[in-house]
């Protein structure tokens, strides 16, 4: 089992910046990576980066691709999201998740077997 809890969610003027981080514990050695998605309101969960544990290339969503950066410490087992220039269209449940599968980086929530509680990011235009 891996548990996960994300942190650093909150509300934030269009333009600003916020750090989420997702602090991974148990067998987080049988997965291969960590992605972020999210959910915006009466929306479908949508994929929004991932990390792979191992180091090597990093993978975005077009939607934020510029504006976002993940990176992980592996000492710690936490991966953090490091989002800029927010858009109201930010807006959403952000979650966590880890990777059970090589190809997690493609971003298909069947491909990742453990997830976060969800931290709210509201962007107030």
């Known amino acids: 089992q891996v548990q996960l809890v994300e942190s650093g969610g909150g509300l934030v003027q269009a333009g600003g910046s916020l750090r989420l981080s997702c602090a991974a514990s148990g067998r987080t050695f049988s997965t291969y990576g960590m992605g972020w998605f999210r959910q915006p309101p009466g929306k479908e969960r949508e994929f929004v980066s991932a990390i792979p544990w191992s180091g090597g290339r990093t993978y975005y969503a077009d939607s934020v691709k510029g504006r976002f950066t993940i990176s992980r410490d592996n000492a710690k087992n936490t991966v953090y999201l490091q989002m800029n220039s927010l858009k109201s269209e930010d807006t959403a449940v952000y979650y966590c998740?880890?990777?059970?599968?090589?190809?997690?980086?493609?971003?298909?929530?069947?491909?990742?077997?453990?997830w976060g509680q969800g931290t709210q990011v509201t962007v107030s235009s």
């Open positions: 998740a880890a990777g059970r599968v090589s190809t997690f980086y493609t971003g298909l929530p069947a491909s990742y077997a453990y």
